[in-house]
């Protein structure tokens, strides 16, 4: 871990309360346009999509995190509640709350970056990986190789 200046007095950043507009961006289209408030699925998804999970951070925190930031009984979190379950995922990770943020906000939801592969690979991601190693076997090369010399 970096011990630097905390990003928080450091970063000059005019939207005061976190991520700005990005971070909201990205709660936003994961929470349902309009909606002030993600439930917890939504929550996990936009771990896995932003790559959160990993590095001490895993799926089992992001249930747990969700239901301590939420609060007893609750099934949905805030914007609020967003930003500080992002800080407690930076802790977790060992990474600053802007490295994170800025994860977030960079995915800024469906694929924006003209990465369409992206969308589509993620997309494919289950049949693929059942398929390939199937009929890919072994079988094949040795045929390939007929006469030798």
Known sequence: GRSGASGRSASPNPAAG????SVN?????????????MDGRSFAKLCRDCKLIGGGFTTTD???????VAGKGQRRITL??????LEHIAQKKGTTGDAIQAA???????VLSGTQADAVRFHDDK??????HINGGPEQ????????G
């Open 62 to 68: 992001v249930d747990l995190l969700f239901a301590r």
């Open 80 to 85: 609020v509640q967003f930003e500080q379950a």
């Open 25 to 37: 961006a990205a709660f936003q289209t994961f929470a349902g346009a309009g909606k002030a408030d």
């Open 104 to 110: 977030v906000a960079g995915t800024g939801g469906p």
């Open 18 to 21: 976190g991520g700005g507009v």
């Open 141 to 148: 090369v040795v045929k390939g190789l007929g006469t030798v």
């Open 127 to 132: 049949s693929t990986y059942t398929g390939s």
